[in-house]
């Protein structure tokens, strides 16, 4: 199985409310915004094609943000959290793929070697697979196509696949991802600040 077949769903939607009302896709990070980077790092990684889901400022994102060849979806109900965006992005996914990789856009410590660790589990059978930081469950995550029905289905407000990786737990298979990658996700001013001063 080819990795070039896992397509990467980049959730990218939200508004930033804590973090001051800048829409999470532009915040920057190293000079670009975040949707870049996190673009970038599933591509790096081996993922393909690419779907973006859009929610706050979308036009500005649109804009601003260079996403090349990315599937740019937008979700109206973005506000509603977290599973309306995990919804519209699996119903955009291309037919036929057997898995996706699911990354939040605010997680910039996450790297193409974390995402390449995900894909190779999925290549040796895993179905539902997460990335593990200290052996705790974090991003991204790796939902194989049996599943997509009910991710879609169980993802309301701001729970995202949580509902999905609770039901199956027992066939969740996590992937230690420590060495390589960094699980912060950056929600308030404050975590910005600490995430840029050990980013360097």
């Known amino acids: 199985m080819s990795d070039r077949r896992i397509p990467a769903l980049v959730l990218a939607a939200g508004g930033g409310r804590r973090l001051g009302g800048r829409p999470k896709a532009?915040?920057?990070?190293?000079?670009?915004?975040?949707?870049?980077?996190?673009?970038?790092?599933?591509?790096?990684?081996?993922?393909?094609?690419?779907?973006?889901?859009?929610?706050?400022?979308?036009?500005?994102?649109?804009?601003?943000?260079?996403?090349?060849?990315?599937?740019?979806?937008?979700?109206?109900?973005?506000?509603?959290?977290?599973?309306?965006?995990l919804r519209a992005g699996l119903a955009a996914l291309p037919a036929g793929a057997p898995a996706v990789l699911v990354m939040l856009v605010d997680t910039p410590g996450v790297t193409p070697e974390a995402v390449r660790r995900l894909l190779a589990a999925h290549r040796a059978g895993g179905q539902l697979v997460a990335a593990a930081y200290g052996g705790r469950r974090g991003h991204p995550v790796l939902i194989g196509a049996r599943y997509f029905a009910e991710a879609a289905a169980g993802a309301t407000g701001d729970a995202g696949a949580r509902a999905l990786l609770a039901a199956h737990a027992g066939g969740l298979l996590l992937v230690e991802c420590g060495d390589v990658a960094v699980p912060d996700d950056l929600d308030t001013p404050e975590d910005l600040a600490r995430w840029s001063a050990s980013a360097g």
């Open 26 to 85: 532009l915040v920057e990070h190293r000079g670009r915004p975040l949707l870049e980077h996190a673009l970038a790092v599933v591509r790096a990684g081996g993922c393909g094609p690419v779907v973006a889901v859009l929610g706050a400022a979308r036009e500005e994102v649109r804009a601003r943000a260079r996403t090349g060849d990315c599937l740019l979806v937008d979700n109206p109900a973005w506000e509603s959290g977290m599973g309306s965006s």
